[in-house]
């Protein structure tokens, strides 16, 4: 089966940096995304990889170890807005793809 | 650009009933994706459709069903409403066919369906 965990809620404070956990079984890997979530509205897009290693973009940055399931989204220099669900998110299949989620990451930042 | 519209955003029904929920997606976007999203299960596939056909489906029973018409906007209907249907309905579309970062999903706002 297709199976994506990470933490269910997490607690920082503003100005630090905090990483966002991911393992993945899943079959026909062809790419991992997070995204984020505010409370009542959609999820967008924050990041992608596809190749193994890191991928920076300003504040956050996001890792792919494809061998070992596993990614991790890096956020730097935490803000109050910053407080959101980060969900990951694996595109499978061959041939009629789909992507999948995890259950998401509520952060909350704290002054 | 017009991001991806959803109708309605609220949506209040009674068990044994069946709806009918709207996305229009992003104009140029050929792919939309149906999610079911609640509070402890996260965001659970529904299907997905492309040039009016759909090209994969999630565990969901048969009372939920969808079609895409030729202007790629798409419509999701559940028929005969439980209380476990009552959750906030995300469409999604993408440009398909690019592959790499041009998979990524562009979501609508939701309805919220709640089942009495």
């Known amino acids: 089966g297709q199976n994506i965990d990470q933490p269910t809620e997490m607690t920082a404070t503003e100005g630090a940096i905090v990483q966002i956990n991911c393992t993945y079984q899943?079959?026909?890997?062809?790419?991992l995304f997070w995204y984020q979530q505010h409370a009542g509205e959609a999820p967008t897009f924050l990041s992608y990889n596809v190749l193994d290693g890191l991928e920076e973009k300003g504040r956050f940055s996001s890792f792919l170890s494809r061998s070992k399931g596993y990614s991790y989204l890096l956020l730097k220099e935490l803000q109050m807005k910053d407080s959101a669900s980060y969900l990951c998110?694996?595109?499978?299949?061959?041939?009629?793809?789909?992507?999948?989620f995890g259950a998401g990451t509520r952060l909350f930042v704290k002054a | 650009k017009a991001g991806v519209t959803q109708t309605p955003r609220y949506l209040i029904k009674t068990r044994g009933q069946q709806v009918t929920l709207s996305c229009s997606p992003i104009?140029?976007?050929?792919?939309v994706s149906w999610y079911q999203q609640t509070p402890g299960q996260g965001l659970q596939f529904l299907f997905e459709?492309?040039?009016?056909?759909?090209?994969n489906k999630g565990n969901f029973p048969g009372r939920f069903s969808g079609r895409q018409f030729s202007n790629s906007r798409s419509e999701m209907n559940v028929s005969t409403l439980e209380l476990g249907d009552s959750a906030l309905y995300l469409c999604?579309?993408?440009?398909?066919?690019?592959?790499?970062?041009?998979?990524?999903?562009?979501f609508g706002s939701g309805t919220q369906l709640s089942v009495l």
């Open positions: 459709y492309f040039s009016e056909t759909q090209r």
């Open positions: 998110a694996v595109r499978v299949g061959t041939g009629g793809f789909k992507t999948i």
């Open positions: 999604a579309s993408r440009p398909a066919g690019t592959g790499g970062i041009g998979e990524k999903l562009f």
């Open positions: 104009s140029g976007h050929r792919s």
């Open positions: 899943t079959s026909g890997f062809n790419g």
